[in-house]
């Protein structure tokens, strides 16, 4: 019940395309989806968060999609650059856990020149 | 301003030993939370602290690992009798609060602990 699962484990896009990674939960508990941005020696970043009283999210290039029956939620990355070439992780927080993340295992994008 | 702070970067040691990594977390940050990062794999939640009392350690895989934060502000994760498995990056990450269900939580970048 405390699981996230992302897919895919690993992506390649063509510079301008769109990278596209989906995460699943269980836990209906959960009221808060983030997604991290981590590159090599580096700490996870925010990138951007939503919850689910909300469909939709948008931040510059970055779109989340949330399907609350489905218990699903996806990041869009839009006009995808080199430099968006990271490891992504979802993750998911609920009331009462004292907003500790629960992690999917990570998408590794590259995005090709 | 300062991020998260964590010190050493990088520790060698040899099983059996035991081991103490440090957490500087974001001033004013009153929520203060230890992952583990294994290789390929996302963090994983090990403790949390509000203000100096440690709010839940259930994530702590055994009484080898013990975390403290005496004053509210720096924490100090601790491994007894380190073995191999224990090799993973540890993060600290603080927040302003620690709101169920969210808030923002800003990372640090790690120590990479190695257990020969």
């Known amino acids: 019940q405390q699981q996230v699962k992302q897919s895919p484990q690993s992506l390649i896009v063509q510079k301008g395309g769109i990278s596209i990674i989906n995460c699943a939960y269980e836990?209906?508990?959960?009221?808060?989806f983030p997604w991290y941005q981590q590159f090599p020696g580096k700490g996870p970043a925010l990138l951007i968060a939503?919850?689910?009283?909300?469909s939709e999210k948008k931040e510059g290039r970055f779109t989340i999609s949330f399907n609350k029956s489905a218990k699903q939620f996806s990041l869009h990355i839009m006009d995808s650059q080199p430099g968006d070439s990271a490891t992504y992780f979802c993750?998911?927080?609920?009331?009462?856990?004292?907003?500790?993340?629960?992690f999917g295992q990570g998408t590794t994008l590259q995005v090709k020149p | 301003g300062a991020g998260v702070s964590q010190t050493p970067s990088n520790k060698v040691t040899e099983k059996g030993k035991y081991v103490e990594l440090r957490c500087d977390p974001i001033?004013?940050?009153?929520?203060l939370y230890w992952y583990r990062q294994s290789l390929g794999q996302g963090p994983e939640f090990l403790i949390y602290?509000?203000?100096?009392?440690?709010?839940?350690d259930s994530g702590l895989p055994n009484d080898r690992f013990f975390a403290v934060r005496p004053e509210g502000s720096v924490s100090t994760l601790k491994i007894q009798r380190t073995e191999r498995g224990d090799s993973a990056v540890y993060l600290c990450?603080?927040?302003?609060?620690?709101?169920?269900?969210?808030?923002?939580?800003?990372f640090g970048p790690g120590t990479r602990l190695t257990v020969l």
């Open positions: 990450a603080s927040s302003v609060m620690g709101l169920a269900g969210g808030g923002e939580q800003f």
């Open positions: 836990n209906t508990a959960f009221d808060y």
């Open positions: 939503i919850r689910p009283d909300v």
């Open positions: 993750a998911a927080s609920g009331s009462g856990n004292t907003g500790k993340l629960i």
């Open positions: 001033s004013g940050h009153t929520a």
């Open positions: 602290f509000q203000g100096t009392g440690a709010a839940d």
